[in-house]
């Protein structure tokens, strides 16, 4: 018989290697926690000897070849002791990760406030439907929450006729000033009509009659004239008609002179025209006393008859 299958009880070499299978195997039957240094340890024996067992079951004698059932510890298995009795070897594999109150107080402080959790949401649901304290804390924290957010609106006094009767601009009493430019209006516009329905009027330089000419002149004095009474009875109108007035008076003004200095026109003439220059200022005048109106006084009594925010 050859010296590698001689039995077990024979041998003492492989007695004492048995017994030392034996005792690793019964080392790694505990169970220990993922995190403790014995699992790890546990771990790379059981490891060790299942290696150990398979390589040397071929030429083992039966008591040692028993042994290959030998698994790691990270799952359950079944190993013999050598004896006939079996050994049950089971881990819990489950991983709980323990919340307490302080962190998921701080976790629902945060969700409240939109920021980032310390923890994971599931986990901190989980110990609030555990935790009656916190559950009541939490109650107290989202309506705390609200209150600081939506405040009820106060009643306070109404003070809108008080504010507008301090703001509201001082009329300009510019009544005669309108009176008498719409009254110049009407004059303006009683010339242009007569000018437009009279008869052709002298002969041109020319030798021929240029009734084109005075039908546009008739046409815009009557024009201006309606734009005077408009100003007159609207002065917010006023600052319109104003530009046109200013250039109209001034090209008049200057072709008179020009006229009047070249012999062409008569001083009767010159002064056909003078309604149209009182127009214009009364029109500026007008506009002014609009412009420069009283400005509002300051109502100083507002803050003073705002009601206290209630507490």
């Known amino acids: 018989m050859a010296s590698s299958q001689v039995r077990a009880d024979k041998r003492p070499e492989y007695r004492g290697r048995t ?14 926690t993922p995190t403790s240094a014995s699992s790890a340890a546990n771990h790379h024996t059981s490891c060790w000897v299942a290696r150990t067992n398979r390589a040397s079951a071929p030429r083992s004698p039966a008591r040692a070849s028993s042994a290959r059932l030998v698994t790691p510890s990270r799952s359950s298995f079944i190993a013999s002791d050598g004896i006939g009795h079996g050994l049950e070897l089971r881990r819990r594999s489950t991983h709980h990760v323990f919340v307490d109150c302080e962190t998921s107080r701080e976790a629902l402080s945060a969700r409240l406030d939109g920021e980032a959790e310390p923890a994971l949401r599931e986990h901190v649901d989980r110990h609030l439907a555990q935790c009656g304290e916190c559950r009541q804390w939490h109650t107290q924290a989202v309506q705390l929450t609200r209150r600081l957010r939506v405040r009820p609106v106060a009643t306070g006094p109404d003070l809108a006729a008080a504010v507008l009767a301090r703001h509201r601009p001082a009329k300009a009493d510019d009544t005669g000033t309108r009176a008498a430019l719409g009254v110049l209006a009407l004059v303006i516009g009683g010339l242009g009509m007569a000018e437009l329905l009279a008869e052709p009027g002298p002969v041109h330089q020319a030798g ?7 039908q546009e002149t008739a046409t815009c004095t009557l024009a201006l004239a309606v734009g005077l009474f408009v100003a007159a009875a609207r002065p917010r109108y006023a600052a319109a008609m104003l530009p046109v007035m200013v250039c109209f008076t001034g090209v008049l003004t200057v072709l008179a002179a020009l006229d009047l200095a070249a012999g062409l026109v008569t001083v009767s003439d010159v002064l056909a025209h003078l309604p149209v220059l009182v127009a214009s200022g009364l029109l500026y005048a007008v506009y002014r006393s609009r412009r420069c109106a009283a400005p509002a006084a300051a109502f100083d009594g507002l803050p003073g008859q705002l009601p206290e925010p209630a507490p």
């Open 19 to 32: 017994a030392i299978a034996r005792s690793k195997v019964s080392t790694a039957s505990f169970p220990a």
């Open 208 to 214: 021929t009659t240029s009734s084109r000419l005075v």
